[in-house]
Nanobody, 126 residues
């Protein structure tokens, strides 16, 4: 069982930056691939970014490439999402998720993930 707690959301102006954190419980964090997803009002949850368990592979949605960076610190049981050049379209609830998985394929598939956090709101004003 893994519990995930996101933090770092808030209100920011367009062009600004935020860093989201997701702290995981348990001593097996390094055995999980980690992903960030988001859901805007009235829209389906969508993939944002993911990282393999040893940080050897990262993948991003086209809409955030070049602006967002996912990273992890296995010693701190934490995954991060650095978000730069934020746009109003980035407004959403952001969720982190964990998948007990050693590979690098299908990291963008939300259905693969075993555990989810409660989400943190990110609002970007124009």
């Amino acid at each position: 069982q893994v519990q995930l707690v996101e933090s770092g959301g808030g209100l920011v102006q367009a062009g600004g930056s935020l860093r989201l954190s997701c702290a995981a419980s348990g001593r097996t964090f390094s055995t999980y691939a980690m992903g960030w997803f988001r859901q805007a009002p009235g829209k389906e949850r969508e993939f944002v970014a993911a990282i393999s368990r040893n940080s050897g592979s990262t993948v991003y949605a086209d809409s955030v490439k070049g602006r967002f960076t996912i990273s992890r610190d296995n010693a701190k049981n934490t995954v991060y999402l650095q978000m730069n050049s934020l746009k109003p379209d980035d407004t959403a609830v952001y969720y982190c998720a964990a998948w007990y998985y050693s590979g690098t394929a299908y990291l963008e598939d939300a259905a693969k993930y075993d555990y989810w956090g409660q989400g943190t709101q990110v609002t970007v004003s124009s």
